[in-house]
């Protein structure tokens, strides 16, 4: 049972989850553990909710197997949940595999070859069928080891008592560069997530220029400076200055300064303001997550392993929820320990090399820091196999093709791993969330009515979606229309509900009459 | 004869279905009701979650509770069947 949870567990652990969640909580320390909260609230619905009736179904069953087990679909209920469940799992491999070249970018690796390699990885598992389970039991370990023994280390050789940390990390008059740091006296290769790093001056100061390539000062009158630069150069950047060099250029900058992009002051993190989009943004994100994590496809297969699921997804559930409560200390103490994390904008994978940067961890440092990296990369695989194994059975080309395809998205499409990933719950909200949850606890219940359901959610889903991409429906924070499309699971759930719920209504069941067989046969 | 009392008659699969959906309910409440006081509490005016309590902000303290509650809910929630051997 413990692997089977490791394998649910694994898919709240993914890169994408945890490479979006740090640079939420290092912009802001209130609301930034909104996100985390909700995805273990997610993870608690999904073994609450879905978990008992699964373990009824076949080992191996998904959605389209539920569906059919509460009686016989027009093909159209088939083609429409087939369809979502194919783009869901599309949008989260796609997720995992831009995590990945994040990753490898922040890493100094080579990217196309990390997604490669990331591509090939799952492909290998999912053809050797049979050791998928240990793969996803594997991976999931790996992932909540690397979360919580090299945080372990770090709160030992640190502070140990959290609060305390929140309370430094947040009291804070000023943050600037430490004059004992690498940025100040050796200087480092700054890396973003693009080919270019932009740092935005608060404040003047002296920057080292050590590298060789084409910089470019940009200041707020609109005048510009650029440079090919070969030698060690000095310039005095004004506050509002922007600095645009490329990805990977040593830098050295001026100790007592504060750090380009990083929050001026700790009251600044821990009480920035509600922010654009305050309470709906909250919302909307609640209602993405919690929703779309009882139609992910990826917790579908990590449900699909039969007797004991419902006991391995309330213990998944629970380890989750560990590895997430990790996740949001690994950012506060990243936050308090190394606030040079802000220089290039946050990626997330700084923050999972804090235990290389803590200097009271000495030669143990770096070992920990590939184990938390190795983590990653275990979570990736785990919630990468349960995603393909949670796809409709009998389609064994369809997943080389997702794979390939999600690798291809992730390589070409300069997208963060943070903003596919929510399409991936959205989208699995609008359309397979509604049929799962009323296929296990409805009685009343027409495969006709879910069939529409899903199909009114897909579409409302993708207009919704195609309308914010474009940018026709205006800012979330100033319109109703904008906020509805910025989170178009706030329209596509409830339709989906609405119209499977309206055509599956009938006479009310008699307490004297049987349950329907499909119903009997879950809560047997 | 004696009487079969019906309190300890077998449950038919009607009354089953009724209690998991009675658990089911009580779970899903324990896991969104404190979560939606921490998301009013993360939007109420005045920064109100960022006010100190025992040196942290009160969102923090909110937002563990309602982490607490949610994994309690986990054994509240519906219970599998006990299947014959």
Do not use: K
């Not at chain 1, 090939?120 to 594997?138: E, F, G, K, S």
């Not at chain 1, 945080?151 to 600037?176: E, M, Q």
């Not at chain 1, 922010?275 to 997550?289: I, Y």
């Amino acid at each position: 049972m413990l692997g089977r949870a490791l394998g649910f567990a694994a898919v709240w652990l993914c890169p994408a989850v945890l490479l979006g969640l740090a640079p939420l909580l290092l912009t802001d320390g209130t609301r930034g553990l909104w996100p985390p909260l909700v995805l273990a609230a997610g993870a608690c619905l999904v073994a609450v909710v879905l978990a008992v009736p699964w373990a009824a179904l076949p080992p191996g069953s998904t959605l389209r197997e539920l569906a059919a087990c509460r009686g016989p679909a027009p093909g159209a209920a088939g083609l429409s949940l087939a369809i979502a469940a194919t783009a869901s799992a599309l949008l989260f491999l796609w997720a995992q595999l831009a995590a990945v070249r994040d990753l490898a970018r922040g890493l100094g690796w080579p990217a196309p070859l990390s997604v490669a390699l990331a591509v090939l990885l799952p492909a290998l598992v999912v053809m050797a069928d049979r050791r998928r389970r240990a793969v996803t039991a594997i991976g999931g370990a790996l992932a909540l080891i690397g979360l919580l023994v090299p945080l372990a280390a770090v709160l030992v050789a640190t502070d140990p008592v959290w609060p305390r940390v929140w309370a430094a990390a947040a009291s804070r008059t000023r943050i600037v560069f430490d004059g004992e740091g690498a940025w100040v006296r050796a200087g480092q290769p700054i890396r973003g997530t693009g080919r270019d790093v932009v740092l935005r001056v608060r404040e003047e100061q002296r920057v080292t220029l050590l590298g060789r390539g084409r910089v470019r000062i940009e200041t707020p009158d609109g005048a510009a400076w650029s440079r090919e630069v070969s030698a060690p150069v000095e310039v005095t950047l004004g506050s509002g200055d922007q600095l645009v060099v490329p990805d990977g250029f040593p830098l050295r900058f001026q100790a007592g300064r504060s750090i380009p992009g990083a929050p001026r002051s700790g009251p600044d993190w821990a009480e920035p303001g509600l922010g654009p989009g305050g309470w709906r943004a909250l919302a909307g994100l609640a209602v993405t997550l919690l929703i779309g994590g009882l139609g992910l496809t990826a917790a579908h297969g990590a449900l699909a392993d039969g007797a004991a699921a419902a006991g391995a997804a309330r213990l998944g559930a629970t380890l989750a929820s560990l590895g997430l409560a990790a996740a949001v200390l690994w950012s506060l103490y990243a936050a308090w320990l190394t606030p040079e994390v802000y220089l290039a904008g946050v990626a997330g994978s700084e923050v999972y090399e804090l235990p290389g940067r803590v200097a009271a961890l000495g030669a143990a440092g770096a070992p920990l820091r590939d184990l938390a990296l190795l983590g990653l990369a275990g979570g990736g695989l785990a919630a990468a196999v349960a995603t393909l194994a949670g796809l409709p059975p009998g389609t064994p080309g369809l997943r080389p093709v997702l794979l390939i395809a999600a690798g291809l998205l992730a390589g070409l499409v300069p997208v963060a791993p943070w903003p596919v990933l929510l399409l991936a719950f959205g989208l699995s909200a609008s359309t397979s969330a509604p049929a799962a949850v009323l296929a296990c606890w409805r009685e009343r219940l027409s495969p006709l009515g879910c069939a529409v359901g899903a199909t009114i959610g897909l579409v409302a889903f993708t207009g919704l979606a195609l309308v914010h991409i474009a940018g026709l429906a205006g800012s979330p924070e100033a319109a109703w229309l904008g906020w509805l499309a910025a989170w178009p699971a706030l329209v596509g759930a409830p339709l989906n509900v609405a119209a499977a719920w309206l055509l599956s209504s009938g006479p009310r069941p008699s307490d004297r009459a049987p349950l329907p067989p499909g119903l009997a046969e879950l809560h047997g | 004869m004696i009487p079969r009392d019906p309190a300890l008659a077998a449950p038919t699969p009607r009354d089953r279905l009724r209690r998991q959906r009675v658990r089911l309910l009580r779970a899903v409440a324990l896991v969104i009701l404190p979560l939606g006081a921490v998301g009013w509490l993360l939007a109420a005016p005045h920064e109100l979650a960022a006010v100190r309590l025992g040196g942290v902000g009160v969102g923090w303290w909110l937002s563990g509770l309602a982490w607490a509650l949610g994994l309690l809910a986990l054994p509240l929630g519906p219970r599998p069947p006990r299947r014959a051997a």
